[in-house]
């Protein structure tokens, strides 16, 4: 958790210290990026950075968060909205839609979110990914538990195994979706819309298929 000292600070300034390490950890990943330079380009000391935040773990682990709160935020209609009226896989190919979107505007996030899901020390590793497994997580539970609710999921069905799959995909397409050359054999960029939406269903329609109810839609 931040210090107090960065509690204090005025709310413009911490938005600053954490669009530069916003940057600087998407451009060149946690363990690799400079701290000088996030210090640099907030306008602050790089000792003051060790005065907001008790380590580096601290750091990576707050940025990661707070990526995360604004992604989930811009989501969070999609984990609330749904009750039933139509049919579940439609929701959460229209929803995935709205994932690919985001990412594909918002290159801050995309670059926290590539650093977060690709970094290879354990340790940092395990610091960035368990508090945005456990928003992601929390979300998701909700939303797939309505859908068992309205009976577009079975009762029994295994919500932590479909959970877990939806949390490894949601990354790839967050990242792979906007390379300039994906090497995916089913392409969400280059296409049309249509293709795009169809895409997705592709991959949908069968990630549901052991958890759907028997009477489904």
């Known amino acids: 958790m931040p210090t107090a000292t960065w509690t204090r600070l005025s709310p413009t300034r911490r938005e600053r210290v954490l669009i530069a390490a916003m940057d600087e950890f998407g451009t060149h990943g946690y363990s690799t990026g400079s701290l000088n330079v996030i210090a640099r380009e907030a ?22 968060e707070q990526t995360s709160l604004r992604v989930y935020a811009h989501m969070r209609p999609w984990l609330d909205g749904y009750d039933g009226t139509g049919d579940f896989a439609t929701y959460l190919v229209d929803a ?28 940092v590793h395990d610091a960035v990914r368990r508090p945005v497994n456990a928003m992601y997580l929390a ?5 797939l538990e309505r859908a068992v609710d309205t009976g577009d ?10 959970s877990s799959l939806l949390l490894m995909l949601l990354p790839h397409l967050a990242l792979v979706a906007h390379l300039p050359a994906p090497n995916s054999p089913v392409q969400f960029t280059g296409v049309s819309p249509q293709v795009r939406h169809g895409n997705l269903e592709r991959l949908v329609i069968p990630l549901l298929a052991d958890f759907r109810a028997h009477d489904d839609r």
Do not use: C, I
């Not at 000792?47 to 990661?64: H, I, T, W």
């Not at 979300?139 to 939303?143: C, D, E, N, P």
């Not at 999921?153 to 479909?162: M, S």
């Open 96 to 123: 995935l839609e709205a994932w690919l979107e985001y990412f594909a505007e918002h290159p801050l996030e995309r670059g926290v979110a590539a650093a977060t899901n690709m970094e290879m020390d354990p340790a």
């Open 153 to 162: 999921l079975r009762p029994d069905a295994d919500l932590d195994a479909l």
């Open 139 to 143: 979300g998701l539970r909700l939303l």
């Open 43 to 64: 306008g602050v000391a790089k000792g003051s950075l060790f005065q907001y935040f008790s380590g580096k773990l601290d750091l990576f682990s707050y940025v990661a």
